[in-house]
């Protein structure tokens, strides 16, 4: 097996039962970077930032499961750190352990049909490379090849007004017409609407978790999660598998939405907010915005801002610019542009 992908069953051909420690056991034993990453994963006080510094560092994790939190004096910049720390000895002494728990864990995601991408990995969805800090990992259940295609986000408030659902109902409606792929991040509210309306126009849509990938969140959810893959999308994670949420854990999972997706449609949102968190991310990275309005709003009820859409967004008060928004959307994705008289129309007058 290669440094990433999916994890086979072969994988589980490769044991923890090394020598009691005469000698200190090797990658060349046959632990995959794969297995050493779920091995790590599982030692008591290596959590995701840990092995995100070690990946960040440019270290294999073969190599720290090899030699453990001490290492030579020109690597202690990469050290990894446990807590309480470890000595060498100890780390020998539950290295065989940790191996056993990760395999269980590979078996545990190989059951729920889960593929662990490497930043490495061809089949790594290149848009999250243009984040400044990219994940060096995803978890994946679904349709990998999903995640290369051009792709609109669509989030908003978790308690959307009756606007805001009556606009991400709209949004919705014009989704079969695009015939693009949705992401959003499974919340209640409006990103779960626009899960079901991509389900309703029969597009495949992508679920970022701010959870690990085993985690059943949000409440009530997991009947829409089982459509999405049974209908060709996809759920996401770059957590490790069995983390809870967390309100950093969202803020972080918002940069992914922004990046996945080729535009950004925030259906409902506040200037505080997680999906401003969102909008900002999308703004740092050149995103496409289409921010809208309905007319009886104010006009300073949608507003772009220097960090928050100034730039790359735009103002759509719909239905009466339908056809411009129409046409911002499909520019963003590289769709050809309608013939005057093709547009999509909501008062049967097309």
Known sequence: ???????????????????????????????????????????????????????????????????????????????????????????????????????????????????????????????????????HWIFVQGKLDLLRERSVTIVGTRKPSADGEFLARYVGACLASWGAPTVSGL??????????????????????????????????????????????GAIVSEYLPGISYSAENFVQRNRLQAALGEILIPAEWQRRSGTAHTVRFATELGRPIACLRLPEWSRDRVILEPGLGEGSGEIFTVPAEQDRFDRFVRTALGQKLPMPGEQLSFFGDS
Do not use: C
């Open 187 to 232: 919340a209640a509210g409006i990103d779960q609407l626009a899960h079901e309306h991509s389900l309703r126009a029969s597009v495949p849509t992508i679920a970022i978790l701010g959870t690990g990938i085993l985690e059943q969140y949000p409440k009530g959810a997991a009947p829409l999660r089982a459509e999405i893959l049974e209908k060709g």
């Open 1 to 135: 097996m290669n440094d990433s992908g999916r994890l086979p069953p072969s994988v589980h051909d490769v044991h923890a039962a090394d020598p009691a420690p005469a000698r200190r056991p090797t990658a060349r034993d046959g632990t995959s970077e794969a297995r050493a990453f779920l091995a790590l994963a599982s030692v008591k006080g290596v959590g995701q930032k840990t092995l995100f510094a070690i990946a960040q560092a440019g270290r294999r994790f073969t190599e720290v499961l090899d030699h453990g939190p001490d290492m030579e004096p020109d690597r202690q910049a990469v050290r990894v750190r446990t807590e309480p720390p470890m000595s060498p000895r100890q780390w020998l002494a539950i290295r065989n352990h940790a191996l056993a728990r990760g395999d269980a864990l590979a078996e545990q995601l190989d059951r729920h049909a889960v593929t662990l991408l490497f930043r490495s990995d061809p089949r790594f969805p290149q848009q999250l490379l243009d984040l400044e800090f990219p994940p």
